[in-house]
């Protein structure tokens, strides 16, 4: 039996993710499962939380919630805060829980008016990439199903960017006519490639997805190539509208490792060298300064 000093909570719109904190900060133990928002009414989060890590409670016990999970359609609304703000920032917004065990709040997410844009989880990976870089000037990536981009400056994020990349992936990929010539694999000249195509004509973004069908029709291309090909042609425009955040700042990346590597790759080829860091890592950091931030009065 593992008994929780806290739990830390991930609750993206497609997954769910939980881990028991020990009191000195330490991880006794992590859980996964498919619940995410997208799956649950409001009603359903608890039932869904306790299947999940109902083990790791036994008294009363601290749960600090990230994600999707302060949406509107979420658990209970945790409202946005206005950039350019600290990352995170009370007061935290309590979770109704039947279980009097549990003691749930969720971090807000971040909004932007002009352009209008909003984050719900990666504000928490920005304030645990700051708690471990004091000082970090410069701008996060941050690759994903919806990826940001976003300038930090003196401890605060002063605008941020986001982009469907990793979406439109999974459609096209998916859903698409596309999908009947990409292959398992991967091709790494092909996507060096199409990075470099979409970066110098993103224009022609529509125009070159359509090309990868017809060059396998034609034979012309293979079907790892084919699937490396999309993702270089997606991110190359991804990184076309950035440009403004990147080029000439230092660049940092958290997200899972291979991802990251394909964007510290696209981005090397622009000449720019970049810091990882592990998205996990930086979530688990992130909520450990919420919990701190957790009985501090609004300000």
Request: charged residues 20%; glycine residues 12%; hydrophobic residues 50%.
């Amino acid at each position: 039996m593992t008994r929780a000093a806290w739990i830390a909570v991930d609750w993206g719109t497609t997954h769910l993710r939980a881990w028991a904190m020990g009191a000195q900060g330490e991880v006794l133990a992590e859980a996964a499962s498919d619940e995410g928002m997208g799956r649950l009414r409001p009603e359903g989060f608890e039932p869904a939380l306790l299947r999940l890590a109902g083990s790791w409670v036994e008294g009363p016990t601290e749960v600090i919630v990230c994600g999707m999970a302060g949406s509107r359609q979420g658990w209970a609304e945790a409202p946005y805060r206005a950039v350019p703000c600290t990352p995170l920032g009370p007061p935290l917004a309590p979770a109704p829980a039947r279980d009097p065990r549990l003691a749930v709040r969720i971090v807000p997410g971040l909004k932007q008016t002009r352009p209008p844009d909003v984050m719900r989880g990666e504000e928490t990976q920005i304030a645990g990439f700051l708690a471990s870089h004091p000082g970090f000037d410069g701008v996060l990536c941050l690759p994903g199903t919806h990826s940001k981009w976003a300038h930090v400056s003196a401890g605060e994020v002063v605008s941020f960017a986001s982009f469907l990349t990793g979406e439109l992936f999974a459609l096209l990929a998916d859903r698409s006519v596309l999908r009947h010539g990409l292959g398992p694999g991967w091709d790494e000249a092909a996507f060096a490639g199409a990075v470099s195509d979409a970066l110098a004509r993103p224009e022609r973004l529509a125009g070159g997805l359509f090309g990868i069908r017809a060059a396998g029709l034609l034979g012309q291309t293979t079907g790892d190539a084919a699937r490396a090909r999309l993702s270089g042609l997606l991110i190359g425009a991804e990184l076309a509208a950035a440009r403004p955040y990147w080029l000439g700042r230092r660049v940092a990346l958290i997200g899972a490792e291979r991802l990251s590597a394909l964007y510290a790759a696209a981005l090397a080829a622009q000449g720019l060298a970049t810091e990882r860091a592990d998205a996990r890592a930086m979530t688990l950091a992130g909520l450990a300064a919420a919990r701190a931030l957790a009985t501090e009065p609004a300000r």
